[in-house]
Antibody, heavy 117, light 108 residues
Framework: EVQLLESGGGLVQPGGSLRLSCAAS????????MSWVRQAPGKGLEWVSI???????YYADSVKGRLTISRDNSKNILNLQMNSLRAEDTAIYYC???????????WGQGTLVTVSP | SYVLTQPPSVSVAPGQTASITCGGN??????VHWYQQKPGQAPVLVVY???DRPSGIPERFSGSSSGNTATLTISRVEAGHEADYYC???????????FGGGTKLTVL
């Protein structure tokens, strides 16, 4: 059974940093792209970033230069380093399997990030 | 950048058929995926590659795509289908994932 478990969310001040993680199990992690998708309160889904199995990365323009995606294939962990956070980064952040020319077939339950003074 | 346009809301009576559209430039040549999201829950894939269903998704969910419009169709709608529905593609030119703005399905 595929499982994706996010952690690391919380309250952070504007300009601060936060690191999200997603522990994956139930599939060959290194063989698949992994993504972060966020959802601001009451809003739609917004794609944030994707990393392929061999480490190629892509970012939404709204986060480029501030958020960094990475993965540890030895530990089946996906990360999102979030720097220079802004109020508009407040959202539930979902970890999702694949998305690189393929659908997102599995999603985690999400972790809430709140950027506020 | 590639834009996907969905109607904000669609309403349908129980037992009827709901059609949710997703507009995009030449979307008929793209692989379109559809997600259902109920309040407080993560999205769930219901249709992928325009018309295929993941295992466990009932046949009442179907998809089609042609020209500049993709459509998710839910037949014999029931109260449990009330949710937000999102279309999604991979934008080859921009190397981005693109989501539509979402459509709230209301069962009257």
């Amino acid at each position: 059974e595929v499982q994706l478990l996010e952690s690391g969310g919380g309250l952070v001040q504007p300009g601060g940093s936060l690191r999200l993680s997603c522990a994956a199990s139930g599939f060959t992690f290194s063989s698949y792209a992994m993504s972060w998708v966020r959802q601001a309160p009451g809003k739609g889904l917004e794609w944030v970033s994707i990393i392929t199995g061999n480490g190629r990365t892509y970012y939404a323009d709204s986060v480029k230069g501030r958020l960094t995606i990475s993965r540890d294939n030895s530990k089946n962990i996906l990360n999102l380093q979030m720097n220079s956070l802004r109020a508009e980064d407040t959202a539930i952040y979902y970890c999702a399997k694949d998305g690189y020319y393929h659908p997102f077939d599995y999603w985690g339950q999400g972790t809430l990030v709140t950027v506020s003074p | 950048s590639y834009v996907l346009t969905q109607p904000p809301s669609v309403s349908v009576a129980p037992g009827q058929t709901a059609s949710i559209t997703c507009g995009g430039n030449n979307i008929g040549s793209e692989s379109v995926h559809w997600y259902q999201q109920k309040p407080g829950q993560a999205p769930v894939l219901v249709v992928y590659d325009e018309s295929d269903r993941p295992s466990g998704i009932p046949e009442r969910f179907s998809g089609s795509s042609s020209g500049n419009t993709a459509t998710l169709t839910i037949s014999r709608v029931e109260a449990g289908h009330e949710a937000d529905y999102y279309c999604q593609v991979w934008d080859n030119s921009g190397d981005h994932v693109v989501f539509g703005g979402g459509t709230k399905l209301t069962v009257l």
